[in-house]
Each structure stands twice: as structure tokens, then as C-alpha cells.
């Protein structure tokens, strides 16, 4: 292979890794934006339940706020466990493919080799690939082209687990504060008009970052909260008179 070959592989690689990275955060940002949509809809159903049950002011925060802490330290429980699992069965399969490259390094490589001829190569160029990947790093190339995963880059528990909690923590104070503020004949008007308005701002960025179109995306978000608001309030009206 010539020296622009090898350079063209380089950057080819660089181009990779790049694309992972991009890849990686869109996928962070589309969890966030998710987990704020959560905290967006449970919080309004949760508050405009209490609100048509009474209207006092401190019962409607108290009931938001102790939701606000469940949900977010639900969803950040749940993230670190979810994460974690992933983390150990990536470290498993790495250390299952570190112990096969030991034992037997040619079956690997030719392992390495048929996958890359099932990626479009032809058989020569792939032997010659998985040969020069193996050289490089057997691990790495192994990680990456047989199970898909970047050994640079594992799943970090911790990471998931504060982002989730920040971005329901972020979409409850929403309807918190719309709950909170104004007199008690405008609280559930405002709260819904607050949150909808949210819901399709929701639908609208997850839709970009999706790379579809936002009208699904929107209808689904505010016909979702619009039920669940609509349901909480319509059983707490109904606790509230009886």
C-alpha cells in the first residue's frame, strides 16, 4: 500500500472516529431532550391533578416539588442501572475478544478478514485491511468492525445518570413554576398553555436531531400531555368535590 494509501486510511479513520463522536453527543442530546419531555409531562399531569383536587398553593408545590425529586432521582437511578449494564456486557465481550486474539490470532484474523469482504471489500483489499487493522491494533479493529463497540469511548453510568437527572429536573421546573405563579383561576390555563407550547418545542428539536418531520413528532408530544394533563385534572376534580 503507498504512502497515500496509508494516508487516505488515516484520514478515513479520523473521519470514522469523528462521525462516532457527532453520533454520540446527537444521541445525548436527543436523551436529554427526552428526559426534559418527561419531566415536562409527568410534573403537569401531577400538579394539575392536585390543582383540581384544591387550591392551595402549598399543596400543589408540595405535591410538584416531591415529583420533581422522584422522577429525576427515578430517572437517575434507573439510567445508572440501565448504563451499567451496558458498560459489563461491553467489557465482557472486549475481554472475550482479547482472550480469542491471544489463543488464536489467525483465526481472528481471518475472522476480521470475512468481515470486512461482508462490508463491500473485495477479498484481497479485505485480507490486506484486517492485516494492516491487526498490526495497528487487533483489539481495537476487532471492537469496532465485529461488535460495534469503541473501546475508547465505553458507556459511562455516572455521566447517563446526571444528565437525566438534569433534564427532568429541567422539564419539571416548567410547569412548577406555571403552577406556581399566577392566581388560582389562571394556574391550570397557564400551566397548559405553558406546557403544550413546551411539548412541541420538545417534539420540534427531537424531530430535527431525529432527521424527521416535526409535525408527527409535535402531534404525538401534545396530544400526549394534553390526555395526560386532561385525565390527572379530571380525577382530581372529581377527589376533590367528593
Known amino acids: 500500500m ?14 470514522a472516529e469523528q462521525s462516532a463522536e457527532i453520533g454520540s453527543r446527537l444521541n445525548w442530546l436527543r436523551a ?15 400538579v394539575v391533578g392536585v390543582a383540581g383536587a384544591t387550591t392551595s398553593r402549598a399543596s ?3 405535591a410538584g416539588v416531591a415529583g420533581l425529586l422522584a422522577g429525576s432521582l427515578s430517572m437517575a437511578a434507573g439510567e445508572y442501572v440501565s448504563v451499567s449494564s451496558q458498560r459489563d456486557s461491553e467489557r465482557a465481550a472486549l475481554e ?12 481472528e484474523l481471518a475472522e476480521l478478514t470475512e468481515l470486512l469482504e461482508a462490508r463491500g471489500l473485495n477479498r484481497d483489499l479485505a485480507r490486506e485491511a484486517a492485516v494492516q ?4 491494533d487487533a483489539l481495537k479493529a476487532h471492537a469496532r468492525v465485529e461488535l460495534g463497540i469503541d473501546p475508547d469511548v465505553l458507556a459511562n453510568p455516572w455521566h447517563a445518570a ?3 437527572l438534569i433534564a427532568f429536573t429541567v422539564g419539571a421546573l416548567l410547569p412548577l413554576l406555571a403552577i406556581a405563579l399566577p392566581g388560582p383561576s ?4 397557564v400551566t397548559v398553555a405553558a406546557v403544550l407550547a413546551a411539548l412541541t418545542l420538545c417534539g420540534v428539536i427531537s424531530a430535527r436531531l431525529g432527521g424527521a418531520p416535526p409535525g408527527r413528532a409535535v402531534l404525538r408530544n401534545v396530544i400526549g400531555g394534553a390526555l395526560a394533563m386532561g385525565v390527572t385534572y379530571g380525577v382530581g376534580t372529581w377527589l376533590g368535590t367528593s
Open 2 to 15: 503507498t504512502d497515500a494509501d496509508a494516508g487516505g486510511e488515516a484520514g478515513a479513520g479520523g473521519t
Open 32 to 46: 436529554g431532550v427526552l428526559g426534559a419531555n418527561d419531566g415536562i409531562i409527568s410534573t403537569a399531569g401531577l
Open 60 to 62: 400543589i408545590l408540595a
Open 96 to 107: 472475550t475478544e482479547r482472550r480469542e486474539l491471544a489463543e488464536d490470532p489467525q483465526a
Open 133 to 136: 487493522l491487526t498490526e495497528r
Open 162 to 164: 446526571f444528565a437525566s
Open 186 to 189: 389562571e394556574r391550570v390555563p
